[in-house]
């Protein structure tokens, strides 16, 4: 553990000081500012618009800092070979790839936690209440959830890629059909298709799915499981009745021991590799 | 020792099983993330806007960039971009030429997205009904709307108002629509003043008065209880 | 003498091509010798002969495909193996945002160096590979030279009892070069077990105890360096000019030391033969031979070697 944290916090600090990542940080903050301001064109809908894409942009922020770690960092690798040197050091082969991740995890958290605070100052300054409240912290943790799992997804690319832009494209079209392959299998279930349901079920399970962590859809859900209770929620002024109870917490606990299983079972296949692979 | 790990293609028999032991713990890790995924994915659908969504039909007119974005995982925010393109066109004088003419389709979009963007609906309804003077769009729009959110009882209110202030709809067949509702314990008292109201304007003298008796019954707010005692003295002809 | 390097019937392949015509190319044919504690042993050997990939063979970066490679008795795979040696890559690369500071601590405290003694350690490598002025700046403006200089520092951090070196003296100008010999020299007198590769012969006479030379994978000769500069001492290398092909053919009969350099035909004759072959050559035809050079016994013997491979 204390190697990987070393590589971790190692890696994190040559990302923080790598100026394409410094470009993404001001980028990310900038689209914030870009979601306040097209609330302001929704008129009286100023603070469902602020929330919606103010989540969407955090995820939008979140692909490309995980996208551009992975893609940097195995630029440094094969073009310059600075894994030569580390590999001859005294650790194992699943400390770096578990610094890797645990790296690139700590700047897409940095940049996530920025965002959400700027955010919450836009808000603030432009008077609208209640764009960032508990609902949408646990939507944006969420989305850093899958960040996680997309860190997970561009390592295993980085080692069976033989190239940086084909990683690149590898993990961009994973994370595409990841967020596809749910919608696609409720449309797919309405046809009378049976080889092709079962071909897309099998798509289903081994494409990593990232629509069990995208919450953004669900925000009132979310509020409804804080507070506990309908009578509650309709006395804080809910407008919705959209669950027939108070909400169950097993929409948000099942992800999170998705994330751990899919999570180690691709970084075990990642790691099979990385301990054939010579440099 | 050689590391686990590092089979030699020489043929080390305790890395090859090492090798075949990591393979299986791959594959039960992956089993068990299927299953997550299955209950995790049933969970989501019990709250997720989805399944009322999915059952609708996709509108015609629906920009294909919407439909992509509501296979992604964008559907609320494909919703106020959505909704941010119908109120350009409705705030561009330019379009009263053609009388907004494509501002069913518009919030028929957002309404397909995002079912429960309730104020976009109702927006929607309002410009249809109140705005263009579209009685008929207004009120597909808000039947839709009804179907896919049963439970929000603003919609009804609407739809009420709808059917009290417009000349040229068919009341009947509004009251018919609004039957269930109103039979509901919980039925929200506004709604069930302005359905009396429209009982008493529009509709036959009996059946005003064995409304307007029924929900002296069951009112509990004080405002619904004098309502219901002057609009039952005008009909009988007593003093209230 | 202990030896804490060895290299057992050591052959490695590559598969070189593309997906449909893909080639094997023999990188190392049974690669056979132990380097024993203390010596310095340099690998010479041509482009492509096969030194890098016997050193990252040693050092575990490459896997044999047949034989074995052991350090201090054990695999290079093994970490407590690895906190023992010493590795400097051809034209090493360090992150260039982060300082030579920075990167020596990161390497530091992989080796489980810490506090006080991790920074003592990293000043005192970074002033003995001269560098500590610059050791607080990023390494983006380091020249090559001085990324050869924090390559060997990183090295030399964890004192360990073996270092390999591959062509250390790579980038550097003529000063860089005297003090990466004189760090080398000062390794030595500590007693320190130093492989390495290069392609300066001068220096691997200077330094080494032992050279090995490699030809098209193979090792042809492991010897003492002296053993090997006395066995060509004082050679004469004659030029024949443009001969006939009936002359050739009669000095080929000869068997003596022959190549062929620069489209020239040169002979390496020891110095106290070199009466006698010149009446034999005089006998077959060639009457003035010209005297090309007294070259570095060294040089001398890498080029007669790997010629006598070619012819063989």
Redesign the interface.
Known sequence: MRETWLIGSNVFRQLLRNRILVVLFLFALSVVGVAIF?GD?????EV??SR??G??SIEGVGFFTVLLCNVVLLFEETELKTISILFVKPI??WHYMAGKVLGSTMLLLMNETAMVGLLWILARWRGLEGVIDLSFVIAAFYLFLSGVLFSIVAVFFTIYASTVPACAVYASFTY?LG??T???L??VM?MDQPLLAKLVKVL??LIP????F?L??????IQLLLVGSKADYYAMGG?????TGP??S??YI??L??LL??G??LL??S??QY??KEY | ???P??????GNMSAKNT?IK??L???L??G???F??E???K??A?????PAA?SQTVPPAIRSTSLMA????????AA?WS??EA??YVGDVRNAKAHYKNTYDDYREILWL?P?????VLEGCSILVWGNHNLVQGRELMEDAMRV?P??S?YRLYYAAMAYTQKGVDRAAMLNFLQSEIQKPDAPEMLLREVGNIYSKYGKRDEAIRYWTQLLDRAREEQTVNLAKSQLAKLLGKTP | MESILSFKQVSKRYQSGDFWNPIKAQALKQVNFDVTRGDVFGLIGLNGAGKTTLMKTAVGLL????GDVRIFGK?P??IETRRRFGYLPELPYFPKYLSAWEVLLFYGRLHGITGATLRSRCEETLRLVGLWTAAKEPILRYSKGMQQRVGLAQTLLHQPELVFLDEPMSGLDPLGNKEMRDVILGLKAKGTTIFFNSHILADVERICDRVGIMHHGKMLKVENVAELILGFASNVTLGLGSVSDTVLKKVKAMRLSMRKENRIWTLDVPHKKLSDILARLKKAGLSQPSVLSYGSPLETAFLSLTAEAVHA
């Open positions: 097209l064109l929704g008129q009286e809908a469902r618009l919606d894409f989540l969407l194992r082969r595409g967020h596809f749910t919608n696609l409720e449309w309405r289903y399970y799915n990232f629509s069990l995208s953004k859809d669900n925000l009132v859900a407008d919705t009745t959209i669950l909400g169950s097993a929409p099942w992800p021991f998705y299983f899919y180690s079972a075990l296949i790691l099979w301990e054939r | 020792m050689d590391p790990f590092f089979s030699s293609p020489s090798d990591l393979w713990g791959a594959g890790l992956f068990l993330a299927a997550c995924l209950a995790g994915s969970a989501q019990d709250i997720s806007r989805l999915m509501s296979m992604s995982d964008m559907r609320a925010a106020d909704y941010i109120l350009q995002d429960y963007f309730h104020f976009a959110d439970k929000f603003r | 896997r044999p495909d047949e695999s795979q093994e």
